[in-house]
C-alpha cells in the first residue's frame, strides 16, 4: 500500500522542541517529490504550516516563521517538520501531505495520520 507514515508528535513544554517525520512507504520505490505540513487545532480549520516544492523552495505560515523547518533527507524518503520554540498556541494534531513519486509513473498524493503535538506551561 502506497502511504506516508508520521512519527515524532508527542508533549512538550513551551519553549521546547520536536521534530516530526512523514516517511513515504515503501521507500524502496517512492520519493517525496514535494509536501506540505498541515495542522488542525480543536474546533479550527486544518491550516498550512510549512511547504517544500519540488526543488527545495520552502515557504511558512506567518506564525511560524523563524521558528519551524521544513526539509527531506538527502535520498527524499522522509521529510520532516522541525519544530523550535513551541508555543500553547502549537497544539495541534499535525498532518503531512505529500506527492510521491517513481520513475515513469504519475506522483500519488498522500496524506499522513496525524500525530499529536500538544505544548503545556
Known amino acids: 500500500q502506497v502511504q506516508v507514515v508520521e512519527s515524532g508528535g508527542g508533549l512538550v513544554h513551551t519553549g521546547g522542541s520536536l521534530r516530526l517525520s512523514c516517511a513515504a512507504a515503501?521507500?524502496?520505490?517512492?520519493?517525496?517529490?514535494?509536501g506540505g505540513w498541515y495542522r488542525q487545532a480543536p474546533g479550527q480549520e486544518r491550516e498550512l504550516v510549512a511547504t517544500v516544492t519540488s526543488d527545495g523552495v520552502t515557504n511558512y505560515a506567518d506564525s511560524v516563521k523563524g521558528r519551524f523547518t521544513i526539509s527531506r533527507d538527502n535520498r527524499k524518503t522522509t521529510m520532516y517538520l522541525q519544530m523550535n520554540s513551541l508555543k500553547p498556541e502549537d497544539t495541534a494534531v499535525y498532518y503531512c501531505?505529500?506527492?510521491?513519486?517513481?520513475?515513469?509513473?504519475?506522483?500519488?498524493?498522500?496524506w499522513g495520520q496525524g500525530t499529536q503535538v500538544t505544548v503545556v506551561g
Open positions: 501531505n505529500a506527492a510521491l513519486i517513481r520513475p515513469f509513473d504519475r506522483a500519488l498524493e498522500r
Open positions: 515503501p521507500k524502496s520505490i517512492f520519493t517525496i517529490d514535494r
